[in-house]
């Protein structure tokens, strides 16, 4: 018969190494036609693996269900009639025990009955009437094989509804760092494909809906957290992420305002969440981007953190196209406003906005932010025409040359340099320590800007 390979490489990826090789033995009995033997060996692997994972649960700190590790115990490695009758009791309990720990639910309970029985009628012809032998088909034999495969074989030593309250307890607690290597092997590959499914639909529906959360963290504060590991899971398995977060968004448009604004903000990154954005809430984003920028002149604060991670999104082509007021909006803000836009996300979009930044710093502390914190990390993107922009502006604007600007500046100039040239800098930045009327503060920024750094 010709060998399936999906079926062979799926047992080539069974969990446990050392259940494998019984695996592969069923394998082999299935592929030559040996349909009894295939079936009893499969039964053999699941006891087997379920009985080293309860006892791996049992290690980290779950009950010892029915006693079936208690019963095993006395006769491990015995050949006696004692412990095969042992064995037999267990046999018959391995799938309840199994199911108490959660390893297995109740449909895969019901499907691996199901390989039970037949494995007795396999090895056991005295059970049938007399003369007729148990003869299962190769298709029969095959989907007891992948049943196995599924529910117990291919999947590591983990619980279903115990780890989804784990990860929750993990997310909710005081102190919390979504380490995405941690995430990806503790809550994705090591637990089950229906598992995985519920933690990736929790998660999304907290990132979502901002759901309460009862007392302790607020709910922001948690679903913040949540985006957080959706964001770690989403690259592990983009279409159940964007399955999971579609579910939801009917019942975001139904939120407040508010709320469907901090999701944005938190949920930025994420494919998903934009391109199953309802239309209607598309254009209510718009228009509070427009809103912001009309009720500019009315603010003596700067923005809260969900709008500078919003107004950050007009970098991105596909954004500035759903949402048009982006692009329109975001020169009109206030320098305090653009400054922490832009501050933090270097991006090419920013270079031909930074000269005008420089122009509107009313005083030097403000100056120097702008040059520390937006000039010099966005230095990789600036073209030569805009830094001689930038280093004119600098000269016209009295409110430029505090403190630490001639440091600053010099700083600037050398972060300029592997991207644009000294030799084509050079007559900019001669122009523009010329314009340093100080002359300590020009020896500053000329002292500056020539100093070597060797790594």
Not at 211 to 239: I, K
Request: aromatic content about 8%; some cysteine.
């Amino acid at each position: 018969m010709q060998v399936p390979q999906d079926l062979e490489d799926r047992v080539a990826r069974v969990h446990d190494p050392e259940i494998r090789p019984l695996v592969q033995e069923a394998f082999r009995s299935y592929t030559v036609g040996s349909y009894r033997g295939c079936i009893v060996l499969v039964w053999t692997a699941v006891v087997t693996d379920l009985l080293h994972k309860i006892a791996v649960l049992h290690e980290e700190g779950e009950p010892d269900p029915g006693g079936i590790l208690a019963k095993l115990a006395p006769v491990r490695g015995k050949r006696s009639q004692e412990a095969f009758t042992v064995m037999q009791t267990v046999e018959r309990t391995v799938l309840d025990a199994a199911r108490k720990v959660e390893l297995i639910d109740d449909a895969d309970c019901g499907l691996l009955q199901r390989l039970k029985e037949d494995r007795n009628a396999c090895a056991h012809p005295s059970l049938r009437p007399a003369g007729e032998l148990f003869a299962p088909s190769a298709e029969y034999a095959r989907a007891h094989l992948v049943t196995a495969l599924d529910a117990v074989l291919e999947q590591p030593a983990s619980q279903g509804t115990k780890v989804v309250e784990r990860f929750r307890e993990f997310v909710s607690a005081p102190v919390f760092g979504a380490e995405a290597s941690y995430l990806r092997y503790t809550y994705f590959d090591r637990v089950r494909p229906k598992v995985r499914k519920k933690i990736i639909e929790f998660t999304a529906k907290h990132a979502v809906l901002e759901l309460d959360t009862g007392p302790g963290l607020n709910r922001e504060t948690v679903a913040d957290r949540y985006a957080e590991c959706l964001l770690v899971f989403h690259t592990r398995d983009h279409a159940a992420v964007k399955a999971a977060t579609t579910k939801y968004m009917e019942r975001l448009a139904a939120k407040d305002h508010a709320v469907q604004l901090r999701a944005a903000a938190r949920l930025w990154q994420l494919d998903a969440f934009w391109d199953t954005l309802h239309e209607a809430m598309r254009s209510q984003y718009n228009q509070s981007i427009k809103t912001l920028g009309e009720d500019a002149p009315k603010r003596d604060r700067g923005l809260p953190k969900e709008w500078v991670t919003l107004m950050r999104l007009v970098t991105g082509s596909e954004h500035r196209r759903r949402l048009p007021e982006l692009e329109a909006v975001f020169p009109t803000l206030p320098i305090n406003e653009r400054h922490d836009i832009i501050a933090g996300k270097p991006d090419p979009y920013f270079a031909p906005y930074l000269a005008a930044l420089m122009r509107d710093v009313r005083f030097f502390d403000q100056g120097e932010a702008v040059v520390s914190t937006v000039l010099i990390p966005n230095a990789q993107h600036i073209t030569l025409r805009q830094a001689q922009d930038i280093f004119s502006a600098w000269a016209e604007n009295n409110q430029c040359w505090g403190r630490a600007m001639p440091f600053l500046a010099g700083k600037f100039y050398r972060a300029l340099i592997p991207h644009i040239g000294d030799d084509e800098l050079d007559h900019t930045w001669k122009e523009f320590l010329d314009s340093i009327h100080d002359d300590g503060a020009r020896a500053i920024a000329r002292d500056e800007g020539e100093t070597v750094i060797v790594v």
